[in-house]
């Protein structure tokens, strides 16, 4: 990097801003002063008719300086210098590459042109954080692109390709070469008048009402709780009703109102989650490679993780014990994989070359002796794993990793059984594996530091947020769900229905209740780990049998059309299957129980309250290494809501001392269920957080 971030020059009649920020040219008030002074000499030079501003390394400016985040704002702001090159008296073009994201696509929308390189990514990311774009974004885009492109790109946070920028309007021009040699042409190019410039604040902007009521409809269904999207849209809005001044001062004021919503700190919390879980004691050590898969299993999960593995670019070939299963697990990921190509996640090339020869199957697991990486997603039977790693012992080739996706079984004991243990872990994919992002890499005794570093290698080549987790029943995530359940369960035999538990919690923000869920993932799961685990279960313990009558019954959630609830082609909504409540009734009869009434606040606490209590003890026996990793498991796959943060960070807002209060309180109708965690109780006695034990 040069002294300073922002240095100029002078090629002929062209002044050339480049800005060398590593590693991703954020937008630090250093890179803003430099531009702003930039700005200010060369047009002062007389020997200069346009400028052009480039990005040194491998991107243009990738966005604000995370190291900011929640610090004071220092002079100049991002809006003060988007709108200090937009009155530059000579033309400004941005010569954008890479991933130019939220403030640095507001720094290209300030200048008078853009033009991309092949491969440059542009977006507006803030909503995920709680925010708005804060510097014109709000207000130029739809200058551009017009109101509904714009609302589309603000409140969804997505990114888009040049092509597709172009397509908008959001750029003028896709251009070649070197970003300093394109940035030169671009210039010349101004001056010449082949490349037409312009102010975009002083371009009008087409009122569209009908896209901002349909927008607005959107985000009362699908995101009714937060509050960073509503926002957008108002500050989309005043970008036809407003000149640009007015409607930069508004975006300014609804910024500030995002900044301090309780909504903000919750999503930074998982934006950092998501970076955190990856600082592992094994970090140092170097991945094993792998290029060649192995997946053992056909089944829904089985076709989900090949079709993971498949749209990240690997050799895959599936193993199922007979012609008939194999068949149906790769038409599955077939099914799969043209799914993602009607979504566009997948190229036609790519899905040539997995027809070609990328996937293929076989019934035995001799085939896949050559493979780097074989993961086992069997049926969820101790001996049936141990008795496919028996054979793995002796198929695999050296060096191989052999990884299970069991759910809740001892990774020690599947280990055990060969005669590598250091070569084995668990790889616990989320259902659809190849849609959901978390990934438990569950580190046995004996597991190799340099595979623990390849699972999480693996997971970044997949997109996919890895945890690291030690060993016990269920790991993080099912270890936490076991007892939380416990919770929507009692609710249930008290007295409320699963709809009414289910409606509580989706109004706190989960996508979907514990219920739902339940009949989604298949309620024979967990009856499997209930019957495993019955004799080991106190005496002491309230236990409720309704879920297991439905099994008893057939009824397994979605997959048979009933669970919790009916479902059907002919089924309207999400009614409730009478033979559940049916079941239920008769259990609340067998214990006694007089069924009382719970108000939705009563449920959410009952449940989170009981989430976090496992969730400390997690953290304090070592199975997740910090909270903010369970805070990620819970996230990224158990459907926590992001705006809240994680468990843990909400445990911090309720407070400890709060929490323990509530716990003993519960603890007088059920002393066993309600202990307090030691982790807790000694928190709440030092008045310390669960994010003071992050590191």
Same mark, same amino acid.
């Given at each position: 990097m040069s002294e300073t971030p922002? &240095?100029?020059?002078?090629?002929?009649? $062209?002044? +050339?801003?480049?800005?060398?920020?590593?590693?991703?040219?954020?937008?630090?008030?250093?890179?803003?002063?430099?531009?702003?002074s930039a700005i200010d000499a060369l047009a002062a030079d007389d020997g200069v008719d346009a400028i052009a501003l480039y990005g040194v390394g491998r991107t243009f400016i990738a966005g604000a300086d995370i190291r900011e985040f929640g610090k004071p704002p220092q002079s100049p702001g991002l809006t003060q210098v988007c709108s200090?090159?937009?009155?530059?008296?000579?033309?400004?073009?941005?010569?954008?590459?890479?991933? &130019?994201?939220?403030?640095?696509?507001? $720094?290209? +929308?300030?200048?008078?042109?853009?033009v991309a390189l092949p491969g440059t990514q542009v977006g507006f990311p803030e909503v995920t954080l709680g925010l708005i774009p804060g510097a014109g974004g709000t207000q130029r885009a739809p200058r551009l692109t017009g109101i509904k492109a714009a609302l589309d790109l603000i409140t969804s946070g997505k990114r888009i390709d040049a092509d597709a920028a172009l397509t908008l309007g959001l750029i003028d021009r896709l251009g070649e070469g070197p970003p300093r040699e394109a940035a030169i042409k671009a210039g010349e190019d101004i001056v010449s008048g082949a490349l037409p410039h312009r102010r975009t604040g002083e371009l009008g902007v087409a009122p569209d009402e009908a896209a901002l009521d349909a927008k607005t409809a959107e985000i009362a269904r699908k995101q009714p709780n937060l509050f960073a999207p509503v926002r957008c849209v108002e500050a989309v809005a005043a970008s036809a009703r407003l000149p640009i001044a007015d409607g930069i001062a508004l975006e300014r004021t609804l910024f500030e109102a995002c900044l301090e919503s309780p909504q903000r700190a919750g999503l930074v919390h998982a934006f950092f989650a998501e970076r955190a879980v990856a600082k592992i004691p094994e970090a140092s050590a170097t991945p094993r490679p792998?290029?060649?898969?192995?997946v053992i299993g056909g089944g829904t999960m089985g076709s989900g993780i090949a079709t993971a593995f498949l749209l990240a670019g690997y050799s895959v070939t599936m193993v199922e014990r007979d012609a008939d299963g194999l068949a149906r697990g790769q038409a599955t990921v077939e099914k799969n994989l043209a799914g993602a190509v009607k979504r566009g996640k997948l190229s036609e090339a790519r899905l040539a070359d997995i027809n070609a020869g990328a996937f293929s199957g076989a019934t035995t697991v001799d085939a896949l002796a050559e493979a780097d990486l074989i993961i086992e997603a069997a049926f969820e039977d101790m001996a049936v794993k141990q008795d496919l790693f028996s054979q793995l012992d002796k198929a695999a080739k050296k060096g191989a990793i052999l990884a299970t996706n069991t759910s809740y079984l001892d990774v020690d004991a599947i280990a055990a059984i060969t005669s590598r243990p250091a070569d084995v872990i668990g790889l616990h994919f989320f259902s659809p594996a190849h849609v959901m992002r978390l990934l438990e890499v569950v580190v046995a005794d004996k597991t190799a530091a340099d595979v623990v570093a390849t699972g999480f290698a693996v997971a970044r080549k997949l997109g996919k947020v890895a945890v690291r987790a030690g060993v016990c029943e269920g790991?993080?995530?099912?270890?936490?769900?076991?007892?939380?359940?416990?919770?929507?369960?009692?609710?249930?035999?008290d007295g409320a229905s699963p709809a009414e538990v289910d409606r509580a919690l989706e109004d706190f923000g989960f996508a979907m209740g514990p219920h739902a869920v339940f009949d989604l993932a298949g309620l024979d799961i967990a009856w499997a780990a209930r019957k495993r685990l019955a004799a080991t279960r106190p005496a002491e313990e309230r236990y409720a049998a309704y879920a297991d009558k439905l099994c008893e019954a057939g009824q397994f959630g979605r997959k048979t059309g009933r669970g919790f609830y009916l479902y059907g082609e002919d089924v309207d909504g999400r009614p409730q299957n009478p033979?559940?409540?049916?079941?239920?009734e008769a259990e609340r009869e067998k214990a006694g129980i007089t069924p009382r009434t719970f108000s939705a606040e009563e449920i959410v606490q009952r449940y989170l309250t009981a989430m976090i209590a496992e969730a400390a003890r997690v953290v304090e026996d070592g199975t997740a290494l910090r909270p903010i990793d369970v805070d990620a498991v819970l996230l990224f796959g158990y459907g926590f809501p992001r705006f809240r943060g994680g468990?843990?960070?909400?445990?911090?807002?309720?407070?400890?001392?709060?929490?323990?209060?509530?716990?003993?309180?519960?603890?007088?109708?059920?002393?066993?269920?309600?202990?307090?965690?030691?982790?807790?109780?000694?928190?709440?006695?030092?008045?310390?957080?669960?994010a003071s034990l992050n590191g």
């Open positions: 922002v &240095t100029t020059e002078r090629v002929g009649r $062209i002044g +050339l801003v480049a800005i060398d920020n590593p590693p991703v040219n954020a937008a630090s008030h250093a890179v803003r002063a430099g531009i702003a200090h090159i937009e009155a530059c008296a000579k033309p400004v073009v941005a010569l954008i590459h890479g991933t &130019t994201l939220g403030g640095g696509l507001e $720094i290209a +929308l300030g200048c008078h042109a853009r792998v290029e060649r898969i192995g790991f993080i995530g099912n270890r936490i769900l076991s007892h939380y359940r416990k919770a929507a369960e009692y609710l249930v035999m033979e559940a409540l049916a079941f239920i468990p843990l960070f909400l445990a911090d807002t309720i407070g400890a001392a709060r929490l323990v209060r509530r716990m003993e309180d519960y603890a007088q109708e059920d002393p066993f269920y309600w202990q307090v965690p030691p982790l807790l109780r000694t928190l709440a006695e030092e008045d310390r957080t669960f």
